[in-house]
């Protein structure tokens, strides 16, 4: 947490300053994770979404305000 905590505390005063999330910032990637040893169609894949932690977050801090 030490190494990461000044990154993180300068990037929230940043968004709450200025009221701008960084492009791509929410983006999510999502990851098909085989439901079966041989996966032939879409179903047979659990979509698994990966999302950025400067988001969650902004997110959850938001989240607390409300």
Do not use: T
Not at 27 to 46: G, H, M
């Amino acid at each position: 947490w030490q190494l990461l905590k000044p990154d993180i505390l300068r990037f929230i005063d940043e968004f709450h300053a200025n009221g701008i999330f960084p492009r791509g910032g929410n983006a999510s990637f999502l990851a098909l994770i085989p439901k079966k040893v041989d996966p032939q169609v879409l179903n047979d894949y659990r979509p698994i979404s990966l999302i950025g932690c400067m988001y969650k977050i902004v997110a959850k801090i938001l989240a607390k305000r409300m």
